[in-house]
């Protein structure tokens, strides 16, 4: 099994997403994920679950800082699906490691991250 093959099982993400790479550094203990969809593909409005061609893209980060005890980065390309249902519009769709207790929070870039505190202890 291929290191994107394993990515995909555990992340259990569907067949119209992939992982397209995966670089892992030794000296930070960083994981990076990079996550893309299949040109083409039409996904599920996020209002109707209708099947939606896909309009645009978003890219964003998420993190894991517990993910195989590494430090993970998802770098993905999120659809805007364009629905053909009157009501829904252009919706963003819903990525399947937002789901709860998958331990991934998306990155706000608008926010100033600060690094993750290690061997944190309290004093
Ligand atoms: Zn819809």
């Known amino acids: 099994m291929k290191p ?6 555990i992340l259990g993400i569907a067949p119209a997403w992939k992982v ?3 670089t892992f550094s030794r000296e930070s203990d960083r994981l990076d994920i990079t996550i893309d969809f299949q040109r ?10 209708a099947s939606a061609p896909v309009h645009d893209t978003s890219e964003e980060e ?5 993910f ?3 430090e993970a980065y998802l770098h993905v390309k999120v659809p805007h ?3 053909p249902n009157d009501g829904c519009g252009l919706k963003q769709v819903q990525v399947p490691w937002a789901r709860a207790g998958s ?21």
């Open 4 to 9: 994107e093959e394993l990515i995909d099982h």
């Open 20 to 22: 397209t790479g995966v």
């Open 40 to 49: 083409g593909a039409s996904l599920p409005c996020p209002v109707c679950g």
């Open 62 to 66: 998420w993190r894991n800082l517990n």
């Open 68 to 70: 195989i005890q590494y």
């Open 81 to 83: 699906v364009k629905c």
């Open 103 to 123: 331990g991934f929070t998306r990155i706000d870039k608008n926010v100033p991250q600060n690094p993750p505190i290690k061997n944190a202890s309290c004093a």
